[in-house]
């Protein structure tokens, strides 16, 4: 029996090849596309492991530091402390901001967008939580001032000198897969300084409200000596931090630490699930609908074009499939012999565009997380839309006259 696929696809190769690669490209980008919401996915994991924390206090009536801005005073962390169950807890900010290389002369190299990097600057407390877990290289900070951890997707190196708000750090060590939910890198500085980056207000801000200070008369009162510089002083400093992480004794409850932090410390507390509801379930659910959608387009534009290629290619051998019919060949053979074509381009585009999201997804500048179990829900879907798409040339093949073989 003639096979009527393999005839066209050996006979028309070339259009054929040309055809699965650029379906492959479109399955690469599906691909891609999955990958890009299970990298989102795995940044936010990332981010709770990463805090060590079995417990997030915020402030009250907010969903955390990674959701929206939480604001509490750092003496909070000595009453969290004193709650049973707990095992350590530890302040830390979050800043996310411009991070930028300084020159030698402590000079930021403005400007350029190669030393310019997008990046979470976290402030933590050497040997609690929130200290990055692991370095790849380099040594741990071991000073209160001026020395920074980076994430390696930030391009910084061991020695870089670099600018955060009005001071300059030292790159002592490197870590890696330390990153924001939203896919930042990570950079770590102490504690005290994270507070002055992130809270306390420049020189020019401060000398101004110095002199709205000492212009209020019922701050600046002549038989109460001393009021104006204690108050300008309580000005310069600033005792905010936006969580306190908190690792809870091994068999307690996470919430059973949580619940007393809520009605006794008049602060909100969130447990590692709860957390990651919020990063997942909320943070990132409009791109995951939004990729949800990308996904529909793209399936339905590769449906239309393996459609449109089987039906011409049936359409281009018309006569052949008459021949067919006249010696006595079933419709079933026939309509077979049209879906394996449609599945063997289908097949070769699947390839193609595996290989193609492979070696592109490192080169996006967000984590991509390619996993088998998409790559094989997506040749049930490629092999699902091939078959569909093959159903418009099946019937123009059965509706095919013998007599066409004989006639002009």
Not at 32 to 37: D, E, H, L, Q
Not at 362 to 370: A, E, Q
Request: overall charge positive; hydrophobic content about 45%; aromatic content about 6%.
């Amino acid at each position: 029996m003639i096979s009527l696929a393999g005839r066209d696809i050996l006979h028309s190769w070339g259009k054929f090849v040309l055809t699965g690669i650029g379906l492959g490209l479109l399955v690469g980008v599906t691909l891609t596309m999955a990958g890009v919401y299970r990298g989102m996915v795995d940044d936010a994991r990332a981010l709770l492991n990463n805090s060590g924390a079995d417990l997030w206090v915020v402030q009250q009536d907010t969903q955390g530091p990674y959701a929206e801005s939480s604001s509490l005073r750092d003496d909070a962390v000595r009453g969290v402390l004193g709650i049973a169950g707990v095992a350590r807890a530890a302040n830390v900010t979050y800043l996310t901001m411009q991070v930028r290389r300084s020159t030698s002369a402590g000079e930021t190299l403005a400007g350029s967008s190669d030393k310019d990097v997008r990046a979470m600057v976290v402030g933590f407390e050497p040997g609690q939580p929130g200290e990055p877990g692991y370095l790849v290289s380099g040594r741990r900070i071991t000073r209160s001032h001026y020395e920074a951890v980076a994430d390696v997707r930030t391009g910084f190196t061991l020695g870089d000198r670099i600018h955060i708000r009005r001071h300059d750090y030292t790159v002592v060590g490197l870590t890696r897969r330390m990153v924001s939910s939203g896919g930042d890198p990570m950079v770590f500085i102490p504690l005290k300084d994270a507070q002055e980056a992130q809270f306390l207000k420049d020189n020019d801000a401060i000398v101004n409200e110095r002199a709205r200070t000492a212009a209020n008369p019922s701050l600046n009162r002549p038989g109460v000596p001393g009021l104006l510089e204690a108050i300008q002083a309580s000005q310069a400093n600033n005792r905010n931090v936006n969580a306190i992480l908190v690792q809870v004794q091994p068999g307690i409850d996470a919430e059973s630490v949580a619940e007393p932090v809520r009605r006794w410390k008049h602060l909100e507390a969130y447990t590692r699930d709860q957390m990651e509801e919020i990063l997942v379930a909320k943070l990132i659910a409009t791109s995951a609908r939004q990729i949800g959608m990308f996904l529909v387009i793209l399936a339905i534009v590769s449906a239309a074009i393996v459609a449109f290629i089987i039906y011409t290619m049936t359409l281009g051998k018309i006569r052949e499939i008459a021949v067919l019919k006249l010696i006595g060949t079933r419709n079933r053979t026939i309509a077979g012999m049209i879906l394996q074509q449609a599945l063997g381009l289908g097949l070769i585009g699947f390839i193609v565009g595996k290989v193609a999201a492979t070696f592109w997804a490192p080169i996006f500048p967000k984590y991509v997380l390619l996993e088998s179990g998409d790559a094989v829900r997506g040749l049930v879907a490629v092999v699902v839309i091939c078959a569909l798409a093959s159903t418009l040339a099946i019937r123009v093949a059965l509706k095919v006259d013998p007599a066409a073989a004989i006639g002009g």
